[in-house]
């Protein structure tokens, strides 16, 4: 079966540490897939290199079998590749609608002449902008909080909103990063009813998570990687049941034999 | 952009109503002058509010934009007898290829190193202003430069002088809000807020945050040249240090959130500076210095926060 997004041999340093040392890996279309692993694995360095927010020393990254590892991260979001943040990154004094509407930037193209005289055009596409914008406040349910500023909203709301955002953008691919993170339990239940809704709308999820319920529960494959090297990969069953995995997360075999 | 539009009408209504009204108020009796030049000062804070309140950007430099548009302006009209519109349009022309070669690399830079690099590049503007003495006459500066004239019909008086600038200026100010209240506007909030999300959504933020840098120079670039044509002499003295932080000072003390805070801030402290601090003479300095301590340590919103926060310590009262 063709790849969606096809990552090779990509390695990242910082200084002398090897934040990701040779992962290569594949996601479907139409799949969830779930990146897991402890503190510090490399999990959020992956996406960062994935979405152009850092630049890998090694390795290739194809989406639909596009080499995309030169592109800035603004033309990969053009391209199809979007993605949230482990730590919100909602733009705060703007307002949730506004939020959700620089999300179509990518998909609109009316520049500065154009913007500042107001042409026919310019008001059209506005108006396309801000419908499709409002649908995908609606996706998430957050409509009714629309003219609220997004510094204004609860966490579990923030992260919603962070979504509608990335979904603006209409990727072929969203990168959820620890989207679970600080949602209480009815919130985290809503997260996992609306990734499915996300891969029913025809967006390929992959996404990094803390939360193993939520992850068992809802992924098609999983990733595993500790110290920046992959550790497994396959579907969440095959994966609990891994050896390595289950050391990596419980700490190292001892051999008790030699005491 | 309804609510926009009042505010457009207000600002309409008292530039009509106030020239009237000169003659019985004595503590404005110099309205037209003041406001000639609050108004040119205007397009240049228009364009530094985008670029500070809006973008996130700052320029301690901007006086050098005003500069190059009023020596473009003076040069081509005094020294080569052109037209005056040849002055402005070279102007802009040359105050934004100055500011994409200036822009790409400072751009990079964040906050004080943005500053700081941007205070360097007026300062050698500055230089090049006094040095250069066979073109703009060194520190003495030149006369002598014509009135902007369309046809026969001459803006020599104070009165059609008003009007120009103050046309201007709206269309100016037009430009800047229908720019706000668009894609472009939004991705430069977005810049503001969190750069690295404002990317991964697809805003090309070098190439934005350029863009509003040349933008607000060709802003202060007409200003420059609008306020030779009045003056019809040039020194270098008004496009030095104090006069970028003067600008800056303005947007910050009306209020950086909006546009609106620039022109309130700018009518407020041209008239402190040209009218009611006389009185301080060479302490007025100070005066600002107060002026600005005061607004960022008790109204850091500037002068447009003042309703809502008024309005939300009624709501807090009851």
Known sequence: MTSLLEARGITKHFGGIKALNDITFRVKPGQIKAIIGPNGAGKTTLFNCISGVLKADKGEIRLNGESIVKLPPHRRAAAGISRTFQNVAIFPEMTVLENVLVGRHCRSKCEMLKAGFRTMSMRREEKDIEDKGWSFLEFVGLEEQADKLASELPLGDQRMLEIARALATEPKIVLLDEPAGGLNTKETERLAELIHQIRNSGVTVLLVEHDMNLVMDISDEILVINFGKKLAEGDPKSVKENPDVINAYLGEDIDFSDL | ?318
């Not at chain 2, 600005?292 to 002068?303: A, E, N, Q």
């Open chain 2, 1 to 318: 952009m309804g609510c926009e539009k009042k505010k457009i009408l207000t600002l309409v209504s008292f530039l009509v109503i106030f020239p009237v009204l000169v003659n019985y108020i004595p503590a404005i009796s110099n309205y037209l002058e003041v406001m000639i030049f609050a108004g040119i000062f205007c397009l240049v804070t228009i364009g530094l509010s985008l670029l500070m309140g809006y973008a996130g950007q700052i320029s301690l430099g901007h006086a050098a934009f005003l500069g190059i548009g009023a020596y473009s302006s003076g040069i081509i009209t005094a020294k080569f007898g052109l037209s005056p519109w040849i002055g402005i349009a070279a102007g802009i022309a040359i105050s934004s290829c100055i500011a994409v070669v200036v822009g790409i690399p400072s751009l990079k830079l964040k906050g004080h190193y943005l500053a700081m690099a941007t205070l360097g590049f007026g300062e050698i503007v500055f230089i090049v202003f006094n040095e250069e003495v066979n073109l703009t006459g060194g520190p003495s500066g030149f006369a002598d430069i014509p009135y902007l004239h369309v046809g026969s019909f001459e803006f020599s008086s104070e009165l059609t002088y008003y009007i120009l600038v103050w046309a201007v200026v709206l269309m100016g100010l037009f430009f800047a809000l229908n720019l706000i209240h668009s894609r472009v506007g939004r991705a430069w909030r977005a810049i503001h807020g969190n750069e690295m999300a404002a990317e991964a959504m697809g805003v090309p933020t070098s190439r934005y945050k350029l863009k509003i840098f040349v933008l607000s120079s060709i802003y202060a670039s007409v200003a420059g040249s609008l306020y030779t044509h009045y003056i019809c002499f040039l020194n270098p003295s008004s496009f030095d240090l104090f006069w970028s932080i003067k600008f800056v000072m303005m947007v910050i003390v009306g209020g950086m959130s909006s546009v609106w805070g620039a022109i309130i801030g700018t009518i407020l402290l041209t008239y402190l500076g040209n009218e009611w601090l006389s009185a301080f003479k060479h302490f007025d300095v100070l005066v600002y210095g107060i002026i600005l301590l005061l607004i960022t340590m008790f109204l850091p919103g500037g002068i447009v926060s003042l309703p809502r926060i008024l309005r939300s310590k009624r709501t807090n009262s009851r």
